[in-house]
């Protein structure tokens, strides 16, 4: 294929990530700690109170100050469009940067693309979190892309001897915000630039000559934003009514069983993506090769990926998401060693690797509209539902019943199914839910059974 022909090419994909992510988006209502954030947006009289909104939450709820302000702005805009729309872009730049730190590539390099498009679209096991849920994007999707930006510049100020002091202190402003986006995935980041430092100083003959400005202050700055995070006085409430079943090691070990099933159960294709490239690898150009050399970046992003899992052990129990910027960790590792095997001279090998992008593009179109269909039929009864409760909340209505979503339209893209109302009123999402529409109860009731619209 001509490089012509290639750029054309990439740019489509581009443009079809673009669109199939954002259309995907407006057919996401408001859902669960949307609606709770949103309440609490609403009594700020202007845009710099979001700020003093976001310290109490600190203090009372959780670290993670840099994605809950951004859920606040979108929140304050108020025009579900266009988060809608800058999801979109995000998770197209996340795709791109990935495919920045992929090494081993030519120009406009569709294949690599290509596998990076399908592991996010189809190896996320909590996209409906992740992605296609304001606060769940604001949390794992943007402050990801956060950190895996300045994984990016911190190798190419590395590749290019960056000495600038304005990059420096850029960098030190930046290691701020990535340090302070989310736990785990912050303490990767903080992991990758020890490593790379290490790694200079002992491929430099022990010396420290290498060092550069930006390697420091990027380094400072990720820390004290890391801090900030975990300092929270909300983080502690919130491990304090976190009950075990073990304590002390027993406690631990059960973490690390935890945590080794949900790799297993949920990250297993792209464990094995990994083995597989680095096996390849080795047996293709043999050990002592350049490409072999190459590997040294799939081992690096590799081990990011069992850090950050492993990072969860720290706190008693973690949801799926929690996983994500490890998933991307391990994406790139298995971007790296696609783009080593796609030098290959291997006939049997090249048409292999474009079978599978292929396979999997053909897979997307033909579940694209399945998958949308159902996302629509799930916000049409959002939006009638919201229109119902509204008007019971004009009303003053006090004790209301409302219906629940038709089990058959879920699919892998909502989070609809787990935050949907219950019939005990009592339930969490039931109570929030009531206060948000100014009325004093709702109890579910199943979507069979509802004949009022």
Known sequence: MSLKARKTLFYIMVLVAFLAVTIYEFLTPYMSDDIIYMDEVAKAGNFFDLFGQEVEHWISHTGRSVSHIILRVFLFIGIKGVFNVVAGAVFVILSLLIYANVDAKREYDVRIYGFILTMLWFFDPAIANTVFWE?????????????????????????????????????????????????????????????????????????????????????????????????????????????????????????????????????????????????????????????????????????????????????????????????????????????????????????????????????????????????????????????????MGQQGADNVEAPMLRPQWENRFTVAYEVDIQEDWQFWINFFTAQHYGLGTIHGVPREEWTLY
């Open 135 to 391: 606060d769940g994007a604001c949390n794992y999707l943007f402050t990801t892309t956060i950190i895996m930006g300045f994984v990016t510049l911190y190798r190419r100020g590395i590749k290019n001897q960056n000495k600038g002091i304005g990059f420096a202190i850029g960098m030190f402003l930046y290691g701020i915000a990535a340090g302070w986006c989310n736990e785990n995935t912050s303490g990767g980041l903080i992991l990758f630039m020890l490593i790379e430092l290490v790694y200079h100083y002992v491929t430099s003959n022990k010396s420290f000559s290498f060092i550069k400005p930006f390697m420091i202050t990027g380094l400072v700055g990720s820390v004290i934003g890391f801090v900030m995070m975990i300092i929270a006085p909300g983080n502690y409430g919130r491990l304090a009514v976190t009950e075990e079943e073990h304590t002390g090691f027993l406690a631990l070990m059960a973490r690390f069983l935890k945590i080794t099933l949900a790799i297993k159960n949920n990250y297993f294709v792209l464990v094995a993506a990994f083995i597989v490239v680095v096996i390849l690898t080795l047996f293709l150009f043999g050990k002592e090769s350049e490409a072999a050399g190459k590997l040294k970046t799939v081992a690096l992003f590799g081990g990011l990926f069992l850090a950050t899992c492993y990072a969860l052990i720290m706190i008693p129990s973690s949801e799926l998401r929690s996983y994500y910027g490890a998933s991307i960790f391990l994406m790139t590792s298995v971007a790296q060693g696609i783009g080593i095997i796609t030098d290959s001279k291997e006939g049997l090998v090249q048409g292999i690797l474009v079978s599978i992008v292929s396979v999997f593009a053909a897979l997307f179109l033909l579940g694209y509209v399945d998958d949308g269909a159902n996302l629509a039929r799930i916000k049409r009864e959002f939006d009638e539902r919201d229109a119902y409760l509204t008007e």
